[in-house]
Protein backbone atom coordinates (compact mmCIF):
# COMPACT_ATOMS: atom_id res chain seq x y z
CA UNK A 1 0.00 0.00 0.00
CA UNK A 2 1.54 3.26 -0.94
CA UNK A 3 0.79 5.79 0.69
CA UNK A 4 0.62 9.97 -0.36
CA UNK A 5 0.90 12.20 2.87
CA UNK A 6 0.23 15.76 2.21
CA UNK A 7 0.83 17.98 4.72
CA UNK A 8 3.64 20.48 6.20
CA UNK A 9 6.62 18.55 7.28
CA UNK A 10 9.45 21.47 7.77
CA UNK A 11 8.06 24.44 9.47
CA UNK A 12 8.18 23.44 13.04
CA UNK A 13 4.89 23.66 14.21
CA UNK A 14 2.78 21.13 16.38
CA UNK A 15 1.03 19.45 13.39
CA UNK A 16 4.32 19.57 11.30
CA UNK A 17 6.46 18.27 13.91
CA UNK A 18 4.17 15.27 14.10
CA UNK A 19 3.94 14.67 10.19
CA UNK A 20 7.67 14.71 10.21
CA UNK A 21 7.54 12.16 12.78
CA UNK A 22 5.43 9.79 10.78
CA UNK A 23 7.25 10.17 7.92
CA UNK A 24 10.50 8.91 9.98
CA UNK A 25 8.71 5.94 10.61
CA UNK A 26 6.22 4.83 7.19
CA UNK A 27 7.26 2.92 4.63
CA UNK A 28 10.20 4.39 2.90
CA UNK A 29 7.94 5.17 -0.59
CA UNK A 30 5.22 7.07 1.28
CA UNK A 31 4.96 9.91 -0.67
CA UNK A 32 5.12 13.35 0.63
CA UNK A 33 5.53 16.62 -0.88
CA UNK A 34 8.90 18.04 -1.60
CA UNK A 35 8.09 21.58 -3.10
CA UNK A 36 6.21 24.56 -0.96
CA UNK A 37 5.69 26.88 -4.32
CA UNK A 38 1.85 27.13 -4.68
CA UNK A 39 2.33 26.66 -8.48
CA UNK A 40 4.37 23.60 -8.41
CA UNK A 41 3.05 22.04 -5.46
CA UNK A 42 -0.31 22.00 -7.42
CA UNK A 43 1.07 19.89 -10.18
CA UNK A 44 3.01 17.65 -7.67
CA UNK A 45 -0.40 16.81 -5.60
CA UNK A 46 -1.96 16.09 -9.49
CA UNK A 47 0.82 13.81 -10.05
CA UNK A 48 1.89 11.88 -7.45
CA UNK A 49 -1.96 11.00 -6.41
CA UNK A 50 -1.83 8.94 -9.19
CA UNK A 51 0.71 6.85 -7.93
CA UNK A 52 -1.00 6.50 -4.50
CA UNK A 53 -3.26 3.59 -2.97
CA UNK A 54 -4.20 6.10 -0.54
CA UNK A 55 -4.25 10.20 0.55
CA UNK A 56 -3.30 11.13 3.95
CA UNK A 57 -3.77 14.69 4.80
CA UNK A 58 -2.08 16.03 7.92
CA UNK A 59 -2.69 18.87 9.54
CA UNK A 60 -5.69 22.11 8.12
CA UNK A 61 -4.46 23.79 4.33
CA UNK A 62 -6.11 25.08 1.87
CA UNK A 63 -4.27 22.74 -0.19
CA UNK A 64 -6.27 20.12 1.37
CA UNK A 65 -9.57 20.64 -0.47
CA UNK A 66 -7.78 20.40 -3.86
CA UNK A 67 -6.19 16.94 -2.93
CA UNK A 68 -9.45 15.88 -1.83
CA UNK A 69 -11.24 16.33 -4.64
CA UNK A 70 -8.68 14.69 -6.94
CA UNK A 71 -8.61 12.03 -4.83
CA UNK A 72 -12.07 11.75 -5.75
CA UNK A 73 -11.89 12.09 -8.94
CA UNK A 74 -9.30 9.15 -9.02
CA UNK A 75 -11.47 7.24 -6.94
CA UNK A 76 -8.68 6.82 -3.98
CA UNK A 77 -9.32 6.86 -0.32
CA UNK A 78 -8.40 9.19 1.95
CA UNK A 79 -7.72 10.07 5.90
CA UNK A 80 -7.76 13.18 7.36
CA UNK A 81 -5.46 13.43 10.64
CA UNK A 82 -6.98 16.42 12.11
CA UNK A 83 -4.54 17.96 15.06
CA UNK A 84 -7.36 21.21 15.66
CA UNK A 85 -9.86 22.60 14.84
CA UNK A 86 -9.45 26.05 13.36
CA UNK A 87 -13.04 26.84 13.36
CA UNK A 88 -13.35 26.27 17.22
CA UNK A 89 -9.57 27.59 18.22
CA UNK A 90 -10.24 30.92 16.08
CA UNK A 91 -13.60 31.97 17.57
CA UNK A 92 -11.85 31.09 21.28
CA UNK A 93 -9.07 33.19 20.60
CA UNK A 94 -11.55 35.85 19.46
CA UNK A 95 -10.16 35.93 15.39
CA UNK A 96 -12.88 34.05 13.42
CA UNK A 97 -11.94 33.53 9.99
CA UNK A 98 -14.82 32.37 7.59
CA UNK A 99 -12.82 31.42 5.00
CA UNK A 100 -10.82 29.30 7.13
CA UNK A 101 -14.18 27.80 8.95
CA UNK A 102 -15.31 27.33 4.81
CA UNK A 103 -11.75 24.88 4.48
CA UNK A 104 -12.04 22.96 7.28
CA UNK A 105 -15.61 21.89 6.78
CA UNK A 106 -15.07 20.42 3.33
CA UNK A 107 -11.80 19.03 4.47
CA UNK A 108 -14.30 17.03 6.45
CA UNK A 109 -16.66 16.60 4.38
CA UNK A 110 -14.35 15.04 1.56
CA UNK A 111 -12.35 12.86 3.86
CA UNK A 112 -13.28 9.36 3.91
CA UNK A 113 -11.74 9.04 7.75
CA UNK A 114 -11.40 11.25 9.92
CA UNK A 115 -8.63 10.98 12.80
CA UNK A 116 -8.19 13.13 15.86
CA UNK A 117 -4.63 13.41 17.42
CA UNK A 118 -6.15 11.96 21.16
CA UNK A 119 -9.48 9.79 22.28
CA UNK A 120 -11.28 13.21 23.83
CA UNK A 121 -10.22 14.88 20.71
CA UNK A 122 -12.07 12.26 18.58
CA UNK A 123 -15.18 12.56 20.98
CA UNK A 124 -15.16 16.36 21.10
CA UNK A 125 -15.68 15.90 17.01
CA UNK A 126 -18.25 13.86 16.66
CA UNK A 127 -20.15 16.24 19.06
CA UNK A 128 -19.25 19.09 17.44
CA UNK A 129 -19.19 17.53 13.64
CA UNK A 130 -22.58 15.01 13.98
CA UNK A 131 -22.96 14.83 10.66
CA UNK A 132 -19.26 13.40 10.26
CA UNK A 133 -19.53 11.18 13.49
CA UNK A 134 -19.80 8.50 12.01
CA UNK A 135 -16.02 8.40 10.35
CA UNK A 136 -14.37 9.99 13.67
CA UNK A 137 -11.76 7.98 15.17
CA UNK A 138 -8.59 8.51 16.47
CA UNK A 139 -4.77 8.44 16.09
CA UNK A 140 -2.96 9.21 19.39
CA UNK A 141 0.25 11.33 18.81
CA UNK A 142 3.43 9.90 19.81
CA UNK A 143 6.42 10.15 22.00
CA UNK A 144 9.57 10.86 20.57
CA UNK A 145 11.88 8.68 23.19
CA UNK A 146 14.75 9.03 21.13
CA UNK A 147 15.08 13.05 22.09
CA UNK A 148 15.54 12.42 25.65
CA UNK A 149 18.46 13.92 26.91
CA UNK A 150 19.87 14.82 29.85
CA UNK A 151 19.62 18.09 31.87
CA UNK A 152 21.31 20.99 29.92
CA UNK A 153 24.85 21.85 31.74
CA UNK A 154 24.18 24.33 34.01
CA UNK A 155 20.60 24.81 34.04
CA UNK A 156 19.72 24.46 38.19
CA UNK A 157 15.99 23.65 38.44
CA UNK A 158 13.36 26.60 40.81
CA UNK A 159 11.29 24.58 42.84
CA UNK A 160 9.08 28.11 42.37
CA UNK A 161 8.89 28.92 39.17
CA UNK A 162 6.02 27.48 37.52
CA UNK A 163 5.57 27.64 33.76
CA UNK A 164 3.24 27.80 31.25
CA UNK A 165 3.15 27.94 26.91
CA UNK A 166 0.91 29.31 25.06
CA UNK A 167 1.34 33.30 25.20
CA UNK A 168 -1.63 35.43 25.18
CA UNK A 169 -3.60 32.66 23.45
CA UNK A 170 -7.14 33.24 25.75
CA UNK A 171 -8.00 29.58 25.26
CA UNK A 172 -4.54 28.75 27.31
CA UNK A 173 -6.14 30.42 30.02
CA UNK A 174 -2.90 31.59 31.46
CA UNK A 175 -4.89 34.60 33.26
CA UNK A 176 -6.70 32.08 35.30
CA UNK A 177 -2.85 30.24 36.35
CA UNK A 178 -1.66 33.96 37.30
CA UNK A 179 -4.73 34.63 39.51
CA UNK A 180 -4.04 31.41 41.25
CA UNK A 181 -0.27 31.98 41.46
CA UNK A 182 -1.22 35.84 42.89
CA UNK A 183 -3.16 33.79 45.29
CA UNK A 184 -0.81 31.31 46.49
CA UNK A 185 2.20 34.38 46.90
CA UNK A 186 -0.82 36.74 49.46
CA UNK A 187 -0.20 33.93 51.04
CA UNK A 188 3.19 33.89 51.56
CA UNK A 189 4.62 31.89 48.96
CA UNK A 190 7.16 33.63 46.57
CA UNK A 191 6.53 31.60 43.10
CA UNK A 192 7.34 32.83 39.71
CA UNK A 193 5.22 32.01 36.52
CA UNK A 194 7.24 32.14 33.03
CA UNK A 195 4.80 32.08 30.10
CA UNK A 196 5.91 30.76 26.44
CA UNK A 197 4.27 31.63 23.48
CA UNK A 198 3.18 34.20 20.85
CA UNK A 199 1.53 37.31 21.87
CA UNK A 200 -2.13 37.49 22.10
CA UNK A 201 -5.26 38.99 23.70
CA UNK A 202 -4.62 38.20 26.66
CA UNK A 203 -0.67 39.18 26.68
CA UNK A 204 -1.39 42.70 28.10
CA UNK A 205 -2.95 41.29 31.44
CA UNK A 206 -0.51 38.18 31.85
CA UNK A 207 1.99 41.04 31.99
CA UNK A 208 0.61 43.12 34.23
CA UNK A 209 1.40 40.19 37.35
CA UNK A 210 4.39 41.13 39.41
CA UNK A 211 5.84 37.73 39.48
CA UNK A 212 4.88 36.91 35.45
CA UNK A 213 8.02 36.41 33.06
CA UNK A 214 6.79 36.27 29.93
CA UNK A 215 9.64 34.90 27.55
CA UNK A 216 7.60 35.15 24.06
CA UNK A 217 8.06 32.48 21.30
CA UNK A 218 11.30 30.11 21.98
CA UNK A 219 13.27 27.66 20.22
CA UNK A 220 13.64 24.26 21.22
CA UNK A 221 16.93 24.48 23.21
CA UNK A 222 15.37 27.62 25.05
CA UNK A 223 12.43 25.50 26.00
CA UNK A 224 14.57 22.76 26.84
CA UNK A 225 15.89 25.04 29.18
CA UNK A 226 12.78 26.59 30.99
CA UNK A 227 11.46 22.67 31.56
CA UNK A 228 15.05 21.69 33.24
CA UNK A 229 14.83 24.97 35.55
CA UNK A 230 10.47 24.97 35.85
CA UNK A 231 9.39 23.05 39.27
CA UNK A 232 5.86 22.79 37.79
CA UNK A 233 4.38 23.09 34.21
CA UNK A 234 1.01 23.89 34.39
CA UNK A 235 -1.67 23.43 31.42
CA UNK A 236 -4.78 25.19 31.81
CA UNK A 237 -6.42 24.75 28.33
CA UNK A 238 -10.34 25.23 28.13
CA UNK A 239 -9.42 23.28 24.57
CA UNK A 240 -6.13 21.15 23.83
CA UNK A 241 -6.64 18.51 21.06
CA UNK A 242 -3.12 17.06 22.58
CA UNK A 243 -0.84 19.36 23.57
CA UNK A 244 3.04 17.82 23.23
CA UNK A 245 4.50 20.86 25.64
CA UNK A 246 2.93 19.01 29.20
CA UNK A 247 5.08 15.35 27.50
CA UNK A 248 8.09 17.26 27.06
CA UNK A 249 8.37 18.94 30.53
CA UNK A 250 7.63 15.49 32.36
CA UNK A 251 10.22 14.22 30.80
CA UNK A 252 12.86 16.91 31.64
CA UNK A 253 11.46 15.95 35.18
CA UNK A 254 8.84 18.97 35.61
CA UNK A 255 5.75 17.97 37.75
CA UNK A 256 2.75 18.58 35.70
CA UNK A 257 -0.87 19.94 36.32
CA UNK A 258 -2.88 19.75 33.21
CA UNK A 259 -6.55 20.71 32.77
CA UNK A 260 -8.91 17.75 31.70
CA UNK A 261 -9.38 19.25 28.05
CA UNK A 262 -5.76 17.94 27.62
CA UNK A 263 -5.14 15.52 25.01
CA UNK A 264 -2.50 14.03 26.31
CA UNK A 265 -3.66 12.91 29.58
CA UNK A 266 -4.44 10.20 26.84
CA UNK A 267 -1.01 8.48 26.99
CA UNK A 268 -0.56 8.93 30.59
CA UNK A 269 -2.16 6.06 32.48
CA UNK A 270 -0.92 6.89 36.00
CA UNK A 271 -2.98 10.18 36.26
CA UNK A 272 -4.70 10.39 39.58
CA UNK A 273 -7.68 13.40 40.27
CA UNK A 274 -5.24 15.96 42.09
CA UNK A 275 -3.25 15.93 38.88
CA UNK A 276 -6.14 17.29 37.01
CA UNK A 277 -7.71 20.49 37.11
CA UNK A 278 -11.62 19.91 36.55
CA UNK A 279 -12.42 23.53 36.04
CA UNK A 280 -9.96 25.76 33.92
CA UNK A 281 -12.03 28.73 34.98
CA UNK A 282 -11.94 27.75 38.68
CA UNK A 283 -8.93 29.80 40.07
CA UNK A 284 -9.36 28.46 44.03
CA UNK A 285 -8.97 24.91 41.97
CA UNK A 286 -6.02 25.46 40.40
CA UNK A 287 -4.27 27.32 43.82
CA UNK A 288 -5.02 23.97 45.63
CA UNK A 289 -3.89 21.96 43.14
CA UNK A 290 -0.51 23.97 42.76
CA UNK A 291 -0.04 23.79 46.13
CA UNK A 292 -0.95 20.13 46.40
CA UNK A 293 2.46 19.81 44.13
CA UNK A 294 4.75 22.05 45.98
CA UNK A 295 4.18 19.90 48.72
CA UNK A 296 4.15 16.62 46.83
CA UNK A 297 5.53 16.35 43.33
CA UNK A 298 4.35 13.74 40.49
CA UNK A 299 6.58 13.37 37.97
CA UNK A 300 8.22 10.47 39.02
CA UNK A 301 4.92 8.49 39.50
CA UNK A 302 3.71 9.79 35.76
CA UNK A 303 7.12 8.95 33.95
CA UNK A 304 7.34 5.39 35.67
CA UNK A 305 3.90 4.80 34.17
CA UNK A 306 4.71 5.64 30.16
CA UNK A 307 5.02 2.95 27.91
CA UNK A 308 7.71 3.07 26.09
CA UNK A 309 6.95 0.83 23.37
CA UNK A 310 3.05 1.12 22.89
CA UNK A 311 3.97 5.17 23.02
CA UNK A 312 6.72 5.63 20.07
CA UNK A 313 6.57 6.74 16.72
CA UNK A 314 6.62 3.39 15.72
CA UNK A 315 3.60 1.70 17.30
CA UNK A 316 1.56 4.89 16.28
CA UNK A 317 2.70 4.30 12.18
CA UNK A 318 1.88 0.69 13.00
CA UNK A 319 -1.07 1.78 13.93
CA UNK A 320 -2.13 4.08 11.59
CA UNK A 321 -1.26 1.88 8.59
CA UNK A 322 -3.64 -0.72 9.86
CA UNK A 323 -6.29 2.13 10.14
CA UNK A 324 -5.51 3.16 6.58
CA UNK A 325 -5.42 -0.48 5.23
CA UNK A 326 -8.88 -1.04 6.41
CA UNK A 327 -10.09 2.14 4.58
CA UNK A 328 -9.14 0.57 1.50
CA UNK A 329 -10.42 -2.30 1.62
CA UNK A 330 -13.61 -0.45 2.93
CA UNK A 331 -13.48 1.62 -0.63
CA UNK A 332 -12.83 -1.41 -2.66
Given at each position: ???????????????????????????????????????????EILRKMKKADICLISGYSKQNVLALRWAKVLKKPSCYLMHGCVEHENEINGVPDALMNRIERETLRLSDRILGVSMQFAEWLKTYYPEHADKVGYLTN???????????NGVERDANRILSVGGGMP?????????????????GYDLTLSVAGDTGKDTEKIRSYPFVRDHGLLGKKDMEVLYCSSGIFVQNSCFETFGLAPLEALLCDCDVLLSRHVGALSVLSGIEPEDVIEDCENVQEIEEKIERLLENGNH?????ELDKESTSWEARASELQTILRQIKEKKL
Amino acid sequence: MKIFLVGDYTSGTGPANVTKHLLDVLPKDTLRLRTWNKITRTFEILRKMKKADICLISGYSKQNVLALRWAKVLKKPSCYLMHGCVEHENEINGVPDALMNRIERETLRLSDRILGVSMQFAEWLKTYYPEHADKVGYLTNGIDWKCMKERPNGVERDANRILSVGGGMPRKRIVKICEAVGRLNDRGYDLTLSVAGDTGKDTEKIRSYPFVRDHGLLGKKDMEVLYCSSGIFVQNSCFETFGLAPLEALLCDCDVLLSRHVGALSVLSGIEPEDVIEDCENVQEIEEKIERLLENGNHTRLLVELDKESTSWEARASELQTILRQIKEKKL
